[in-house]
């Protein structure tokens, strides 16, 4: 009978000690304003209608269309922080240079996908936006992730919109629990976010056992491999708010809403659940392109005058 009683103090223990290890923020936080919006992955962005992700005219898009926004944030080699997902600009412009290693001038004379659009900076970001919508900031930890965490708060120190931060790397979603404990925080994860991990780290961060450190509000999981004991038991048991990425399908979508997730989409537009908004791609694309001339004429900066398409068929 000790044995047994043995037995079971020490499976309460370890219990209690998963639990301690994989749970949010206490108290938790308040996403109450987030839940009304989707959110546009990179922006609302179709580069084969001459719209590239993470570029201001995705992010334009966006706010038109109403939606919230997703997008990623690194450091060129002097220190600006631009908004751009991959290390290296191969795959967006064609050429095989990292942004790490360029200066935000050397940066600008490319283009993304072959059209007019340039990586933009953080702060032309802010200034399109206006807080007219909420944002999912993503830290890259490719370099210097205490310069970019500390440049990216003062940025956001005088934004008056609604905005959290997630990072893959627990050091950053780490500093902002020690630095600014107010500002909602995400850990993302997904299976094998770097290719260089050992299967013992890839086993941590995926069962979400770096929580202990980071404490994060959310966690940002891919849908594909969500379903785990960890994920299932944060969210169920201890309250962790769920957002899940990046929905390509009205059924995961869908899905993802049922159960209270904050969703990232692209590839469509999530218009089904919101009756209020009856216009597609090309109709936002339009009513840019229309502000835009509108804008040139009266001297004023684009997109500043409609929040949203519904805004802009009053207008």
């Given at each position: ?5 043995t ?5 309460a ?16 936080a ?5 839940h ?6 990179r922006?609302?962005?179709?580069k084969?209608?001459g ?6 005219k995705?992010f334009?898009?966006?706010?038109r ?7 990623d ?9 631009v908004?751009h997902h ?6 967006t412009?064609?050429v ?21 659009e340039r ?16 944002l999912?900031?993503e ?5 210097r992730?205490?310069?970019?965490c ?5 940025q ?11 990072s ?5 979603v780490r ?5 600014f ?7 993302l ?6 290719e260089?991990m050992?299967?013992l ?6 069962n979400?056992?770096?929580n202990?450190?980071?404490r994060?509000?959310?966690e940002a999981?891919?849908?594909?491999t969500r ?15 769920e957002?899940?990425w990046?929905?390509?399908s ?10 209270g997730c904050?969703?990232?989409?692209e ?8 009756p209020?908004?009856?216009f ?5 694309l339009?009513?840019s392109?229309k502000a ?8 004023e900066?684009?997109?500043k005058k409609?929040?949203s398409?519904?805004n802009?068929?009053?207008s």
């Amino acid at each position: 009978m000790t044995i047994v009683f043995t037995l079971l103090a020490a499976a309460a223990v370890i219990l209690l000690l998963w639990l301690w290890a994989i749970g949010p923020q206490l108290p938790r936080a308040d996403f109450t304003a987030f839940h009304p919006f989707d959110y546009a992955h990179r922006g609302l962005h179709d580069k084969d209608k001459g719209v590239p992700e993470n570029s201001l005219k995705a992010f334009e898009l966006a706010v038109r269309g109403g939606f919230g926004m997703e997008f990623d944030l690194q450091l060129t080699r002097d220190g600006q922080i631009v908004v751009h997902h991959d290390l290296s600009i191969s795959r967006t412009c064609g050429v095989d240079r990292n942004i790490c290693d360029m200066t935000y001038e050397e940066l600008s004379g490319y283009r993304l996908f072959g059209t007019e659009e340039r990586v933009p900076l953080f702060s032309q970001v802010l200034e399109l936006v206006e807080g007219r919508t909420p944002l999912i900031i993503e830290l890259k930890s490719y370099t210097r992730q205490e310069e970019l965490c500390q440049k990216t708060m003062e940025q956001l120190e005088h934004y008056r919109g609604l905005y959290c931060v997630e990072s893959f790397d627990p050091r950053i979603v780490r500093w902002f629990r020690k630095r600014f404990p107010r500002v909602i925080r995400g850990q993302l994860m997904c299976r094998l976010p770097r290719e260089d991990m050992t299967k013992l780290e890839d086993f941590i961060g995926r069962n979400l056992l770096t929580n202990w450190y980071t404490r994060p509000h959310f966690e940002a999981y891919d849908f594909t491999t969500r379903r785990n004991p960890s994920l299932r038991t944060a969210r169920r048991v201890l309250g962790m708010q769920e957002v899940s990425w990046t929905l390509r399908s009205l059924e995961d979508y869908k899905a993802a809403k049922e159960e209270g997730c904050l969703c990232i989409f692209e590839k469509f537009l999530p218009l089904q659940t919101d009756p209020r908004k009856k216009f597609t791609f090309s109709d936002l694309l339009a009513d840019s392109a229309k502000a835009a001339a509108v804008c040139l004429r009266c001297g004023e900066p684009q997109g500043k005058k409609s929040s949203s398409w519904k805004n802009a068929q009053k207008s």
